[in-house]
């Protein structure tokens, strides 16, 4: 049986119904939070090894990006930002707020298949704090 699982994040629930279906393919479970509440309460309680907030990261409260950021930090929580492919926002490092890595969707199997399994190892690699 496989260990841990993913978080997805999104406001919209259609802006993940294909990711999760892709998902759907791995041997991960994957849990969807409709809101930004939900999210914090699910990554404190059951830290996933990997987090997606779909949408625009500027749509996402500065207590959200902290909230999860501090988890991920303490659980080496891989934390990415999905946006799509006409309104991909790229900023600087400097103003990041807080996230891994952007994806831009639609994301290939190959791509998003990559990612499960370096999140997951980097999580069951590094010592728990």
């Known amino acids: 049986m ?3 699982y993913i978080l997805l994040l999104a406001k919209q629930p259609h ?3 294909l990711l999760a279906s892709l998902l759907g393919h791995s041997r991960y ?8 509440e939900q999210a ?3 990554a404190a ?8 907030l779909a949408g625009d990261h500027q749509n996402w409260s500065y207590s959200l990006m902290r909230e999860l950021r501090h988890c991920a930090n303490a659980k080496y929580i891989t934390l990415i930002a999905l946006t799509d492919f006409h309104a991909p926002r790229w900023v600087p490092q400097e103003e990041n707020p807080g ?7 639609p994301i290939s199997h190959e791509v998003l298949s990559s990612l499960v399994q370096s999140a997951h190892t980097r999580q069951v690699c590094c010592p728990v704090a």
């Open 2 to 4: 496989a260990s841990g």
């Open 15 to 17: 802006e993940v119904r």
């Open 29 to 36: 479970a994957v849990t969807i939070a409709d809101t930004e």
């Open 40 to 42: 914090i309460a699910q």
């Open 45 to 52: 309680q059951q830290p996933p090894f990997l987090i997606i």
């Open 99 to 105: 996230f891994d890595g952007f994806l831009v969707n």
